[in-house]
């Protein structure tokens, strides 16, 4: 009773009305612990407050990929998926043959790892959450081509977990991810950190820097041998950093070495909302006017809406902006949580033989948690306009699927 009671008490430590009084981001764990029961209140209750997008929908009109193969033949494809979250035990069984077919079928595949991955380490596996992560391999083996090959060319570090286990534990992350052939972004166990990572694909070099907010616990920041992307302006206190925009530089440094695609990959945004903040939206404006071609979201654990920002007086094409993916894949209970979004963009030639970024049909994922203590999840691959119920779903689940799709339903 005592429980129910705090849960339902609106306790709103910083004064606000709204859901900015549960944000997080930038606090250190410790701190942050007090505000746990309005946290999982708002987890529960996730806010639909829109932040000044009002009623702008949440998918663009898709392109059709084969109106643009028909343009141009060496039309460049990627597949970005969200949060890698932890999971319980070994996932053998997690990934199904459609998701492996279906970023098998792009020409470069990356995503946002939240979580260490350290075999000196135990796995939780009886609560649904901790707030320190890590996983087995078997999370990434599942996305494996061959022995050696991963599905990911690359995979964003650059979040909140990455220091979790410390920075031995970032290090052997990044020694496993780089024997499976992926490449690590946006934090390294060396302060020796490139600005970005450079991939080449059907003749295009590109580049993508990837970035976080910063840490859950803030002063691991100061450790001398981590290496780590931070936009210090997007968390609390939320002071604008002039000196800190490495996110720019690295687009600047793309620019000076002739890179033809220019991508960012953020985690940013607030936790369990579904409309980016006014703060994320003008710092996508920021980096757009900057020289993003591309740039992608993560972080919020739910989908956010995908934009184009016009850059006509720039005289170049519209910069596509992936808000938040999503939970890729999760231990969460909510179906919002455990609903997310593959961003599959397809990159073509405009007739001003420009590079233009293109928002494919929208595909989604959704977590099923399997087995005890959900040792037997299975990832299912959903694709629209076309929604068609998973093999292994009941009725029920993919009544609340649908639901939390039904707001691409008039977009896609």
């Known amino acids: 009773m005592l429980l129910v009671g705090c ?23 410790k701190s942050g612990l007090k505000y746990g029961l309005p946290y999982i209140r708002k987890y529960w209750n996730k806010s639909d407050e829109t932040h000044g997008l009002g009623k702008e929908a949440f998918f663009p009109k898709p392109v059709d990929l084969q109106t643009l193969m028909a343009k141009d033949t060496n039309c460049l494809q990627l597949a970005f998926v969200g949060d890698i979250m932890w999971m319980r035990g070994k996932q053998k069984h997690l990934v199904s043959k459609e998701i492996k077919d279906f970023l098998a ?10 979580t260490p991955i350290s075999n000196k380490h135990p796995v939780r596996n009886f609560f649904p959450d901790y707030a320190i992560y890590n996983d087995d391999t078997s999370l990434i083996n599942g996305f494996l081509k061959d022995p050696q090959h991963c599905l990911f060319n690359g995979v964003s570090l650059a979040n ?21 052939g992926v490449v690590p972004m946006g934090a390294s166990a060396s302060p020796l950190l490139p600005l970005y990572e450079k991939f080449q694909a059907k003749g295009l070099s590109i580049g993508i820097h990837a970035a976080a907010w910063g840490l859950n616990n803030p002063e691991l920041l100061n450790n001398e041998g ?16 002039i000196s800190n925009q490495v996110p720019i530089n690295a687009l600047a440094k793309m620019e000076q070495d002739s890179i033809d695609l220019k991508i960012v990959f953020m985690h940013w945004g607030f936790e369990f909302e579904f409309y980016p903040d006014s703060l994320i939206q003008n710092y ?31 005289n170049k094409p519209p910069t596509l902006v992936y808000y938040s993916l999503g939970n890729f894949c999760s231990q969460m209970y909510t179906t919002a949580c455990k609903t997310g979004m593959i961003a599959h963009i397809a990159v073509n030639r405009n007739g001003l033989n420009q590079l233009s970024a293109n928002a494919l049909e929208p595909v989604f994922v959704y977590t099923h948690k399997k087995g005890w203590a959900a040792n037997r999840t299975k990832l299912h691959l959903i694709r629209t306009p076309i929604l068609e119920m998973p093999q ?15 707001l691409f339903e008039s977009h896609s």
């Open 160 to 180: 909140n977990h990455a220091m979790d286990l410390g920075l031995e534990g970032l290090a052997s992350t990044i020694e496993f991810l780089k024997a499976k």
């Open 105 to 114: 079928s792009n020409n470069l595949v990356f995503g946002n790892l939240e």
């Open 392 to 406: 292994g779903l009941s009725s029920h689940k993919w009544k609340k699927i649908k639901k939390t799709l039904k």
């Open 226 to 241: 981590l290496g780590f992307h931070q936009v210090k302006s997007l968390s609390y206190p939320y002071v604008y950093d």
């Open 284 to 314: 996508a404006k920021t980096l757009s006017e900057a020289g993003a071609d591309i740039i992608i979201g993560a972080h919020p654990h739910v989908i956010q809406p995908v934009v184009y920002l016009s850059r006509a007086h720039q």
């Open 7 to 29: 849960y339902q008490y609106p306790i709103n430590p910083k004064g606000f009305k709204n859901y900015k009084a549960t944000r997080m981001e930038g606090l250190p764990l």
